[in-house]
């Protein structure tokens, strides 16, 4: 948790959500039980002063928490999709849920998110849609797995042209860099792992600068402004 440096926060495979209190024992404080599924990712999102826990599984729902009273979710939402053919003929109306295995929020933003899904596809959503209730906003496809992490390029004020630029990681031995403001299509797919990519995560600090994890325990790090490539 960002805004409190003693507090860890885990989803299990079981569904819950666990907190830990560094300056307590090693069992959790916190216990909830919100999901049906195993809990894929967590973002707290806010302020300092008012933040909120969202929490995404397979199961097909996205989930709110008060951080200060975690007995039930304060929101629950059903993520659901068109499926591809229903999509392609708008005849039928039949959905799909969108079983989430990433997640990850834009710094300061609390309403628009990206998910990332079970069969690869990357979901572009809105917690309170501007209008009706269709939480989907855009569409991102081409991995052919797992999406294992999402994380977007922080803003940073000497790289005002790589803020906002999306980067994935997969099951599919990949990751990807999305420009989400001009394309649904990536800008360029990394292909140097041996093995799925777990994670894959912008520098904090420094623009343009990223690392992915592999399944073999392989550590790249890219700096994007200089197209170089550091295998450790």
């Given at each position: 948790?960002?805004?409190?440096?003693?507090?860890?926060?885990?989803?299990?495979?079981?569904?819950?959500?666990?907190?830990?209190?560094?300056?307590?024992?090693?069992?959790?404080?916190?216990?909830?039980?919100?999901?049906?599924?195993?809990?894929?990712?967590?973002?707290?999102?806010?302020?300092?002063?008012?933040?909120?826990?969202?929490?995404?599984?397979?199961?097909?729902?996205?989930?709110?928490?008060?951080?200060?009273?975690?007995?039930?979710?304060t929101?629950?939402?059903?993520?659901?999709?068109?499926?591809?053919?229903?999509?392609?003929?708008?005849?039928?109306?039949?959905?799909?849920?969108?079983n989430?295995t990433?997640?990850?929020?834009?710094?300061?933003?609390?309403?628009?998110?990206?998910?990332?899904?079970?069969?690869?596809?990357?979901?572009?959503?809105?917690?309170?849609?501007?209008?009706?209730?269709?939480?989907?906003?855009?569409?991102?496809?081409?991995?052919?797995?797992?999406?294992?992490?999402?994380?977007?390029?922080?803003?940073?004020?000497?790289?005002?042209?790589?803020?906002?630029?999306?980067?994935?990681?997969?099951?599919?031995?990949?990751?990807?860099?999305?420009?989400?403001?001009?394309?649904?299509?990536?800008?360029?797919?990394?292909?140097?792992a041996?093995?799925?990519?777990?994670?894959?995560?912008?520098?904090p600090t420094?623009?343009?600068?990223?690392?992915?994890?592999?399944?073999?325990?392989?550590?790249?790090?890219?700096?994007?402004?200089?197209?170089?490539?550091?295998?450790?």
């Amino acid at each position: 948790n960002q805004f409190s440096n003693h507090s860890i926060i885990g989803g299990l495979y079981s569904g819950q959500i666990v907190i830990w209190d560094l300056r307590a024992k090693q069992v959790p404080v916190q216990r909830a039980s919100g999901h049906n599924h195993p809990v894929f990712s967590l973002n707290v999102v806010g302020t300092q002063n008012s933040n909120n826990l969202v929490s995404v599984s397979n199961d097909g729902k996205l989930c709110m928490w008060n951080l200060n009273m975690m007995s039930a979710p304060t929101k629950t939402i059903e993520l659901k999709s068109k499926g591809k053919q229903q999509q392609q003929t708008a005849q039928q109306s039949t959905t799909q849920d969108i079983n989430c295995t990433s997640l990850c929020f834009s710094e300061g933003d609390t309403n628009s998110f990206y998910a990332g899904t079970e069969d690869g596809t990357i979901y572009q959503c809105q917690i309170n849609p501007q209008m009706g209730d269709d939480h989907i906003i855009e569409i991102f496809e081409g991995h052919q797995g797992p999406v294992t992490s999402l994380s977007l390029h922080p803003s940073i004020e000497q790289s005002k042209n790589l803020n906002g630029l999306l980067l994935s990681s997969s099951f599919d031995w990949t990751a990807r860099l999305w420009n989400p403001r001009i394309s649904t299509d990536s800008l360029f797919t990394l292909e140097s792992a041996e093995d799925y990519v777990y994670d894959a995560q912008w520098h904090p600090t420094i623009p343009g600068t990223f690392m992915c994890i592999d399944g073999e325990g392989y550590l790249d790090v890219w700096n994007l402004l200089e197209l170089s490539l550091i295998h450790i």
